[in-house]
C-alpha cells in the first residue's frame, strides 16, 4: 500500500506532516568475496541479517554506506557505528520517552 499524506484526508485528527519524516536509507550487503547479495531498506531487516551471522559465526561480510564500507563481526555487531545508519527508529523512540517529562515540566 502506498503511503498518502494524511493532512490530505478529512480523517486524520493528527493533522500529519509527512514531508517532515525521515525515513532510514537503504544500504547494501555484500558477501566477503564481494558479492551484492541485496539492499537491505529496514533497521528489522538489518537486524535479521545481523543474527543470521551471528548465529553462524560467519566472518567477512559488509555493507556499503554512504560510500564507506562496514565490516559485520561474526558476532553481528558493527564497530564505529555511523552517524545516519538505521537510527531513526532511535530517536523517534527516545523523542517519545522524553514528550512525557517535558510535558510534566510545563
Known amino acids: 500500500m502506498e503511503k498518502t499524506n494524511p493532512t490530505n484526508s478529512t480523517n486524520d485528527p493528527l493533522g500529519l506532516d509527512w514531508s517532515k519524516f525521515e525515513d532510514d536509507k537503504p544500504i547494501d550487503l555484500y558477501a ?8 537491505i531498506d529496514t533497521c528489522v531487516e538489518f537486524a535479521w541479517v545481523r ?21 559485520i563481526e ?29 510535558a510534566s515540566k510545563s
Do not use: M
Open 74 to 102: 561474526p558476532t553481528g555487531r558493527i564497530n564505529n557505528w555511523p552517524k545516519g545508519l538505521f537510527d531513526k527508529y532511535t530517536y523517534y523512540l527516545v523523542g517519545i520517552l522524553q514528550e512525557p517529562v517535558k
Open 51 to 71: 543474527l543470521q551471522i551471528a548465529k553462524k559465526h560467519l566472518s567477512g561480510y559488509y555493507i556499503c554506506f554512504e560510500g564507506k564500507n562496514y565490516p
Open 32 to 39: 566477503p568475496d564481494g558479492r551484492h547479495i541485496t539492499v
